[in-house]
């Protein structure tokens, strides 16, 4: 068998393009920023990608995904982010390598784009297991998996937007979204 490897992170930024405003954000004016993992693994007969977003309310972390983040993913020892067993990727080891030359602390618009990498590698990890993220995460934890995971879903904004976002699919929010009619 061969070691799971990145082989590309693709980011791109998309207008959210949506007519929702609140008392600080005009949506019309934000962006996300949409990231792919793309990995050597075949499942199925497709490669495993791993896909992340950014939430709104924040930008698009374009700029810094693709001239920061993801080079130091590429140009990492791809054994270094590799997990014990060297069957799966390790999105700690990862993040570590994500964090290079940086230096402590939250600071800023940083986070948004470490964290929209790491959500793309989670997904990646847990399409390679073979699993559900949240059955991994739970066995990673030493727990049982409940099927039945409570989440944040902004159902105000997507009931005044009377629209499903392009990200629904991949969302746990699409289930607040499948109330509306």
């Given at each position: 068998m061969t070691s799971p490897r990145i082989i590309d992170i693709v980011e791109v930024t998309k207008p959210i393009s949506s007519p929702i405003r609140n008392a600080y954000i005009d949506f019309s004016k934000m962006t996300a920023s949409l990231v792919a993992v793309v990995t050597n693994v075949v499942r199925d007969g497709r490669r495993v990608v791993?896909?992340?977003?950014?939430?709104?309310?924040?930008?698009?972390?374009?700029?810094?995904?693709?001239?920061?983040?993801?080079?130091?993913?590429?140009?990492?020892?791809?054994?270094?982010?590799?997990?014990?067993?060297?069957?799966?990727?390790?999105?700690?080891?990862?993040?570590?390598?994500?964090?290079?030359?940086?230096?402590?602390?939250?600071?800023?618009?940083?986070?948004?784009?470490?964290?929209?990498?790491?959500?793309?590698?989670?997904?990646?990890?847990?399409?390679?297991?073979?699993?559900?993220?949240?059955?991994?995460?739970?066995e990673r934890a030493g727990r049982e998996a409940n099927p039945e995971v409570f989440v944040y879903a902004p159902a105000a904004t997507i009931i005044r937007a009377r629209t499903i976002p392009p990200c629904a699919p991949r969302c746990a929010a699409i289930s607040t979204a499948a109330t509306m009619s």
């Open positions: 791993g896909y992340g977003f950014n939430s709104n309310g924040r930008y698009g972390q374009g700029g810094l995904i693709r001239e920061r983040f993801a080079d130091r993913i590429r140009e990492a020892d791809p054994a270094s982010l590799l997990d014990d067993t060297g069957e799966n990727l390790d999105p700690h080891r990862i993040w570590k390598a994500l964090m290079t030359n940086e230096k402590p602390g939250g600071h800023g618009e940083r986070s948004v784009a470490v964290g929209t990498i790491d959500m793309a590698v989670w997904d990646a990890v847990a399409k390679i297991a073979g699993k559900p993220l949240f059955r991994l995460l739970a």
